[in-house]
């Protein structure tokens, strides 16, 4: 049905045109009059909402709690330690709207802590290079605080994970994530709550997925304000 309306569409456009009368062009039009003057391409449904909504989000979260903080002698300390960093990931992208990638590019040169604010430098490939504004809450500071305390911790990136080469014995520093494998880890945890029975899709347009959480953030503004510019503000979008 898109292509069919875009196909109307162009037509329309070009017949549009052949009939106006244009001066300076000879014959000053082309047609009588529009031949698809009233076309109307098949109406295209808009694609359902996305929201995951919060009591997903409080079942992921409260969920991610309890396996952290369950007592296993046969856990690694390491792999517990880099687990609190992932959800801390997560909790950074749930309540400030950034994008996960800018959550794995996150240094400790970006954070203005007296502004309480993330300065995110533009990326090369994009089409602006600017940098973003990311506005950090008192909670989020406070999580943030809490990594920068940690003994070992990396000394430029905020939220890390195990070397899988194994690195150095004690290595506690770790390495910046890559988007997919963090997005990964996420989908694996909330599958898991899934399955154990929590309220949380896994797929649909109300699925929970890591970036989702950033598109929930954005909706919330715009329900809390009833305004589009301040919910593109947060996410980092041009208000149009």
């Not at 309306?5 to 000053?28: F, K, L, M, Q, Y």
């Not at 709690?65 to 687990?83: A, K, N, Q, Y």
């Not at 929970?208 to 953030?217: A, C, F, G, I």
């Amino acid at each position: 049905a898109v292509r069919v309306r875009d196909v109307i569409g162009a037509g329309r456009a070009c017949t549009s045109w052949a009939a106006r009368e244009t001066p300076g062009r000879d014959p000053i039009r082309y047609l009588s009059s529009d031949p698809l003057r009233d076309a109307r391409g098949p109406r295209v449904p808009a694609p359902p909402k996305r929201y995951a909504g919060v009591v997903a989000r409080n079942e992921f979260f409260g969920a991610c709690m309890v396996r952290l903080s369950r007592i296993d002698p046969d856990r690694e300390p390491m792999t517990w330690r880099f687990d609190r960093l992932a959800v801390a990931h997560w909790r950074f992208v749930g309540a400030t709207g950034a994008r996960p990638d800018e959550a794995c590019r996150l240094r400790w040169e970006h954070i203005d802590w007296s502004g309480r604010v993330a300065v995110m430098p533009g990326k090369s490939t994009g089409t602006t290079g600017r940098s973003r504004r990311v506005p950090l809450t008192a909670s989020v500071v406070r999580l943030l605080r809490a990594i920068r305390a940690l003994p070992g911790r990396h000394p430029d990136y905020v939220f890390t994970h195990a070397r899988r080469d194994g690195g150095k014995d004690g290595d506690l520093a770790g390495v910046p994530w890559a988007t997919r494998a963090i997005a990964h880890k996420f989908a694996d945890w909330r599958d898991e709550f899934a399955a154990a029975g929590l309220a949380i899709q896994t797929d649909g347009p109300h699925a929970l997925t890591l970036y989702q959480l950033r598109r929930d953030v954005g909706a919330d503004v715009l329900r809390v304000t009833g305004s589009h510019a301040e919910s593109a503000e947060v996410l980092g979008h041009s208000p149009e």
